[in-house]
């Protein structure tokens, strides 16, 4: 079986950059059998930048694979849980996340896992012990560490390209887990952990592409939901 990990990428020789190379080692220390492929997208296009296809081109450049974990530039899993969403994988057809939770760390605890070697995480901002996590920790992420069987990936078409800039590929990526095989499901008791960096900034493609996983999300409602969801995408794609 080969497996490989594909990393949407974006360089911004900055913070970024940083840590990705920290997580870039922590795969190769931890996952040394199952190679790396960064994919990009095309920023001269007159459409933009689009995280989708950079996550599509990152599997093109992986060839013939029977799993692919799409992994964020930004997070990382307990290297256990990663194996076993791959087995997940591929014994079902269903997309796999390799944690129920998700926690985006604050400044302070993502240096000290990259720089000090400390490992106490803390979620980013400021919190009440009425709302001790807000936003930054959450269940059941839709990113961060995918993981999928090649025929699912090929049954969905792969992520959605016609979504430019970034957000909401993830979820239309998960809704489509629902139409076109049997949905999705978490690797219990783990946490994936995202470093601090600066948020991108919402653009009116970020809301388009918001309104398109609402009318999947809808769809994937229907009992004629595959007939329905390829009319749909015909008319965006």
Known sequence: MRVVICVPRKQDY??????WGWVEQWLEVHHPDWPIYEGTADESDADGWSMATARNNA????????????QDSDTITRPQALRDAVIMAATSDKLVVSGDMRMTMDKVSSDEIMFGHMWFPRPDGQHSKENCALNSCYGEPASGSVVIGRKLFDDIGGYLEPLKGWGYEDLVFMTSAFIWGGGVTWVPN??????WHERSRLTEDSHRNFLI???LHEISTRENKRELAVEYLRGIT
């Not at 599997?59 to 799409?70: C, H, K, N, S």
């Not at 783990?190 to 470093?195: A, E, K, R, T, Y």
């Open 14 to 19: 900055g913070r970024r950059d940083d840590i």
């Open 213 to 215: 996983w609402r009318t």
């Open 59 to 70: 599997a093109r450049q992986a060839g013939d694979w029977d799993v692919a974990i799409f």
């Open 190 to 195: 783990s946490m994936l952990l995202h470093f």
